[in-house]
């Protein structure tokens, strides 16, 4: 699934080509009975039309085009990419739902692609109503590594699990927490209540380097079109590779698996403790 770094740099790559200022004409969207969109929807795109993106925000996974009186929220889900189309340019496979967006000096398409139908774009009435339940942004400026510690010193849940709620902190997903966790050799069923303080703000810092590392790799290595490769990670954005057989790269041994709440979490037995 698409975690901070891919969504922030979709985000760049949708500014960078022109969105922001331009006014939604047309919208089409796929001929299919909204209960075979899997889990996702997309009902909330023709509210777009007639309305101007003055901005493009994110917060955490969640991607926001903010428009006249309204706002326009993106989720990836676990397949979902954005393409900015060619004139003339057919629409790709699995395209789910189409933009016609001009101004007064020129056009362009943009497609919603989702091979497994799990993304949503939703209309909201304002920023604050498209962010609701999210926690503070991962890289956030404004977020310290003391918010962080406030946030999770004395709680008694794992570690892992806290990572990937949302609500506490936003932008961090299963493969980060991963290679977040690996770094200051925390194991992620460790509870919160027996680590640190220091630990925990070493823990702040490993999640800022995993995540600003892997958004600089993605924006460094494009498609041939310039696109953010958005799906998968991985490739070197990861110094831990989250697949059977791949062994930690400090002791060398394989890497042990434990799900907590359907999500596996990759770590190495002898160095995360």
Same mark, same amino acid.
């Given at each position: 699934?698409p975690?901070?770094?891919?969504?922030?740099?979709?985000?760049?790559?949708?500014?960078?080509?022109?969105?922001?200022?331009?006014?939604?004409?047309k919208?089409?969207l796929?001929?299919?009975?909204?209960?075979?969109?899997g889990?996702?929807?997309?009902?909330?795109?023709?509210?777009?039309?007639?309305q101007?993106?003055?901005?493009?925000?994110?917060?955490?996974?969640?991607?926001?085009?903010?428009l006249?009186?309204s706002?326009?929220?993106?989720?990836?889900?676990?397949?979902?990419?954005?393409?900015?189309l060619?004139p003339g340019?057919?629409?790709?496979?699995f395209?789910?739902?189409?933009?016609d967006l001009t101004?007064d000096?020129d056009?362009l *398409?943009?497609?919603l692609v989702?091979? $497994? +139908?799990w993304?949503? @774009?939703?209309h909201f009435?304002?920023l604050?109503?498209a962010? #609701?339940?999210?926690?503070?942004?991962?890289?956030?400026?404004?977020?310290?590594a003391s918010?962080?510690?406030?946030?999770?010193e004395?709680?008694?849940?794992?570690?892992?699990?806290?990572?990937?709620?949302?609500t506490?902190?936003?932008?961090?997903g299963?493969i980060?927490?991963?290679e977040?966790?690996? *770094?200051?050799?925390?194991?992620?069923? $460790? +509870?919160?209540?027996? @680590?640190?303080?220091a630990?925990l703000?070493?823990?702040?810092? #490993?999640?800022r380097?995993?995540?600003?590392?892997?958004?600089?790799?993605?924006?460094?290595h494009?498609?041939?079109?310039?696109?953010?490769y958005i799906?998968?990670?991985?490739?070197?954005?990861?110094?831990?590779h989250?697949k059977p057989?791949?062994f930690?790269?400090r002791?060398?041994?394989?890497?042990?698996?434990?799900?907590?709440?359907?999500?596996t979490?990759y770590?190495?037995?002898?160095?995360?403790?």
């Amino acid at each position: 699934m698409p975690e901070l770094p891919e969504v922030e740099s979709l985000r760049r790559y949708l500014v960078r080509n022109g969105i922001v200022g331009k006014t939604f004409v047309k919208v089409e969207l796929e001929n299919k009975p909204e209960s075979a969109h899997g889990t996702g929807t997309i009902a909330g795109s023709k509210q777009a039309i007639n309305q101007t993106i003055s901005s493009i925000e994110r917060r955490g996974k969640q991607l926001a085009m903010v428009l006249d009186d309204s706002v326009l929220g993106f989720h990836m889900g676990m397949t979902g990419q954005v393409h900015v189309l060619d004139p003339g340019e057919p629409s790709p496979r699995f395209t789910r739902a189409q933009f016609d967006l001009t101004d007064d000096h020129d056009s362009l *398409r943009i497609a919603l692609v989702d091979p $497994r +139908r799990w993304a949503r @774009i939703q209309h909201f009435g304002s920023l604050d109503h498209a962010f #609701a339940g999210l926690g503070p942004d991962a890289l956030d400026s404004a977020f310290t590594a003391s918010h962080f510690v406030e946030l999770l010193e004395g709680r008694t849940a794992q570690i892992k699990p806290l990572l990937l709620n949302q609500t506490v902190v936003a932008g961090i997903g299963n493969i980060y927490a991963d290679e977040s966790l690996h *770094r200051v050799e925390i194991s992620p069923a $460790r +509870r919160v209540s027996d @680590i640190s303080k220091a630990e925990l703000e070493k823990l702040f810092e #490993a999640i800022r380097t995993s995540l600003e590392h892997a958004l600089e790799y993605i924006l460094s290595h494009p498609d041939d079109r310039g696109r953010p490769y958005i799906v998968d990670a991985y490739d070197d954005r990861m110094q831990l590779h989250r697949k059977p057989g791949s062994f930690c790269p400090r002791c060398e041994i394989p890497l042990v698996t434990l799900k907590f709440g359907g999500r596996t979490a990759y770590f190495c037995s002898n160095c995360q403790t």
